[in-house]
């Protein structure tokens, strides 16, 4: 009954960690800014962080079926 819904929030984190890892390195590289109103450094940094526990959290997901 578990294993449904432990693939569904593992693709769904795994995706959108990897979508936003993805854009944010793009924008670091076109040196645009990753939001706008915010210290670039800062903005890149948390935006990184939060892909990575993202993407974290979907490979906790996945071990657990």
Same mark, same amino acid.
């Given at each position: 009954?578990? /294993?449904? #819904?432990?693939? $569904?929030?593992?693709?769904? $984190?795994? =995706? $959108?960690?990897?979508? *936003? ?5 793009? %924008?670091?590289?076109? %040196?645009? #800014? +990753?939001?706008?109103?915010?210290? #670039? +450094? ?9 892909? +990575? +526990?993202? =993407? ?5 997901? *996945?071990? /657990?079926?």
């Amino acid at each position: 009954m578990e /294993r449904g #819904p432990a693939i $569904f929030a593992g693709v769904v $984190f795994a =995706l $959108f960690g990897g979508g *936003l890892l993805m854009w944010t390195a793009t %924008r670091v590289r076109q %040196r645009e #800014p +990753v939001a706008h109103g915010v210290n #670039p +450094v800062a903005s890149a940094t948390l935006a990184g962080l939060a892909a +990575v +526990v993202a =993407l974290a959290l979907g490979a906790y997901c *996945l071990s /657990r079926i």
